[in-house]
């Protein structure tokens, strides 16, 4: 029984087009997480949703939206892709003092 | 400057080795120190959590946290090929969640 799943595991689709990755937790966790990560391993954060609330948003084009619609799910979507935002795309979980559970990663690739 | 330090690699050593992995921080902020385990085309899982200063053994695995020097390492203990994957300390200050990663060591350990 997956903790964090998302979905799809694999996207490829061409520049200019919209594409969204679906997020979703079975551990009870308030707070969820987007990470990406470059080809260099480096994990950056994007958002972050406390309860349906967006608490984190770093500085990422207003391309990508996310949507929290309860406290187990959070998806992100992207608007008018670009060749570099090809990434592999993490959801994660946690509960306030423990370190986080992530999914398996969505790997984007912009053609 | 990174908030967070860590030499990407690789390294590589034989089975039965002595592995240390390094951090080093700029934020005295930081509280709680993770490593966590990466494997090829997998998402990040938590290996060690430390609050504060001091040692914490895991069975092969020894998280050391030094805030005065502002560093943290893992040692792995007769390291195994299976331990090959990448390793990355994040670290968290006492209120919020976000976390701030490492760039990440890839670990190959040779049969």
């Known amino acids: 029984d997956t903790a964090v799943s998302q979905t799809p595991k694999y996207l490829v689709t061409q520049m200019g087009n919209d594409k969204s990755i679906k997020c979703e937790q079975n551990?009870?966790?308030?707070?969820m997480y987007w990470y990406k990560q470059d080809s260099k391993k480096f994990l950056k954060i994007m958002f972050s949703y406390n309860n349906k609330e967006l608490i984190i948003n770093e500085t990422v084009p207003n391309r990508f939206s996310p949507k929290s619609p309860d406290k187990a799910h959070l998806n992100l979507h992207i608007n008018s892709l670009e060749l570099g935002d090809s990434a592999v795309y993490f959801c994660?979980?946690?509960?306030?003092?423990?370190?986080?559970?992530f999914g398996s990663g969505t790997r984007l690739t912009v053609v | 400057q990174k908030e967070v330090e860590q030499d990407p690699g690789p390294l590589s050593v034989p089975e039965g080795a002595i592995v240390s992995l390094n951090c080093t921080y700029s934020n005295s902020a930081f509280q709680y120190f993770m490593w966590y385990r990466q494997y090829s085309r997998k998402g990040p899982e938590l290996l060690m959590y430390t609050y504060s200063s001091g040692n914490k053994e895991d069975g092969r695995f020894t998280a050391q946290v030094d805030k005065s020097s502002k560093y943290i390492s893992l040692f792995i203990r007769d390291s195994q090929p299976s331990d090959s994957a990448t390793y990355l300390c994040?670290?968290?200050?006492?209120?919020?969640?976000?976390?701030?990663f490492g760039e990440g060591t890839q670990l190959t350990v040779n049969p």
């Open positions: 551990l009870g966790h308030d707070t």
């Open positions: 994660a979980s946690s509960q306030t003092t423990f370190g986080y559970t």
């Open positions: 994040a670290m968290r200050e006492t209120s919020g969640s976000r976390l701030t």
